[in-house]
């Protein structure tokens, strides 16, 4: 896996260099892998029967293939099959990956899209925010997550304990609402206010996403970041920092909220420690 990847990665060392530093036997490989990368215009190794080159050549562009359009497979769908293919090819060609990794592929083409891609005619307004959209439903769903629960309470009290996010979630806000994007729905202008989204993988290893209204969206912020403070403590200091007229409907409201995040297992549940009245 590591060798096929590298293909991908490439040298990064000019033809001068080449000449003069590298051994012979690895000329050879960076012409080959060279050619298997942008055969359209990097000519092949002239001892290598053109037969057996096509070999390589079909195998290593459709496992990346393969590999995008299973990760992106939305994004793949708003392209015709020939702008696909080009989008695929330059990003075969061009981009140098920093890992050896099959299962980077996705994210390497996130980096290609947001950092080295410049914009072309068939590609949508939204292809960045797409794209990251579907990579970490990807990356939630492989996520590794240790799960020792020895000091969480899954059913500990949310207002008068310590709420704890799951580490298998991820908050974002977007400019498009990506989680509505497909064939049919392709918004060319940005939403007037961010879409603020919460993608979750539940305790049943399913993928989820949930919609957050600001007050939720600073609740979970607060939450992230905090260690001490229970979750009637941190409604207070929200109700405080935006300025609320009526803290009790805060409370009402932020409580309901709590309920619904850990109904989705986006909180485990409240740390084991002496409930705190407020």
Same mark, same amino acid.
């Given at each position: 896996?590591?060798y096929?990847i590298?293909i991908?990665?490439?040298?990064g ?6 000449a003069? =530093?590298?051994?012979?036997f ?5 012409e080959?892998?060279?050619h298997?990368r942008?055969?359209?215009?990097v000519?092949a $190794?002239s001892?290598?029967? &053109?037969r057996r080159m096509?070999?390589?050549?079909g195998?290593?562009y459709?496992? /990346?293939e393969n +590999?995008?359009?299973s ?6 769908r708003l392209?015709?099959?020939?702008? *696909?293919?080009?989008l695929?090819r330059? +990003? +075969?060609a061009?981009h140098?990956?920093k890992?050896?990794? +099959?299962r &980077? ?6 980096d290609y899209l947001h950092?080295e891609r410049e914009?072309?005619?068939?590609d949508?307004?939204f /292809?960045?925010?797409?794209a990251y959209?579907e *990579?970490i439903e990807?990356?939630l769903?492989?996520a590794?997550f240790?799960?020792?629960?020895s ?5 500990? &009290?949310?207002?008068?304990?310590v709420p704890?996010l ?6 974002r806000g977007?400019?498009? $609402?990506v989680h509505k994007i497909k064939?049919g729905f ?11 989204l919460?993608v979750?993988?539940n305790?049943?290893d399913k993928i ?17 970041s905090n260690h001490t403070k229970t ?5 207070k200091?929200?109700a =405080? ?5 009526? $803290?009790?409907?805060v409370?009402?409201s932020g409580?309901?909220a709590?309920?619904?995040?850990r109904?989705k297992d /986006?909180?485990?549940g409240?740390?084991?420690?002496d409930?705190?009245?407020?």
């Amino acid at each position: 896996m590591p060798y096929t990847i590298s293909i991908i990665s490439g040298c990064g060392v000019n033809s001068n260099q080449m000449a003069l =530093e590298i051994p012979a036997f690895k000329k050879v490989q960076y012409e080959f892998t060279a050619h298997l990368r942008d055969p359209e215009t990097v000519s092949a $190794p002239s001892d290598i029967e &053109d037969r057996r080159m096509e070999i390589y050549r079909g195998l290593l562009y459709r496992n /990346i293939e393969n +590999f995008l359009s299973s990760a992106f497979p939305v994004l793949h769908r708003l392209y015709t099959d020939d702008n *696909w293919h080009k989008l695929v090819r330059h +990003f +075969f060609a061009h981009h140098r990956s920093k890992s050896p990794y +099959f299962r &980077d592929i996705p994210r390497e083409f996130l980096d290609y899209l947001h950092n080295e891609r410049e914009s072309q005619p068939e590609d949508p307004a939204f /292809i960045n925010e797409l794209a990251y959209y579907e *990579w970490i439903e990807a990356y939630l769903a492989y996520a590794e997550f240790d799960e020792n629960m020895s000091n969480i309470d899954p059913e500990g &009290d949310l207002m008068h304990n310590v709420p704890v996010l799951s580490p298998l979630t991820e908050l974002r806000g977007y400019n498009f $609402p990506v989680h509505k994007i497909k064939p049919g729905f392709e918004p060319r202008q940005a939403s007037k206010q961010p879409v603020f989204l919460m993608v979750y993988r539940n305790s049943q290893d399913k993928i989820g996403f949930m919609e957050l209204n600001p007050l939720t969206v600073t609740l979970v912020e607060h939450i992230e970041s905090n260690h001490t403070k229970t979750g009637k403590q941190l409604l207070k200091e929200i109700a =405080e920092l935006l300025k609320l007229p009526d $803290p009790e409907a805060v409370y009402s409201s932020g409580e309901q909220a709590l309920k619904q995040l850990r109904d989705k297992d /986006i909180l485990l549940g409240t740390l084991l420690l002496d409930s705190t009245e407020t």
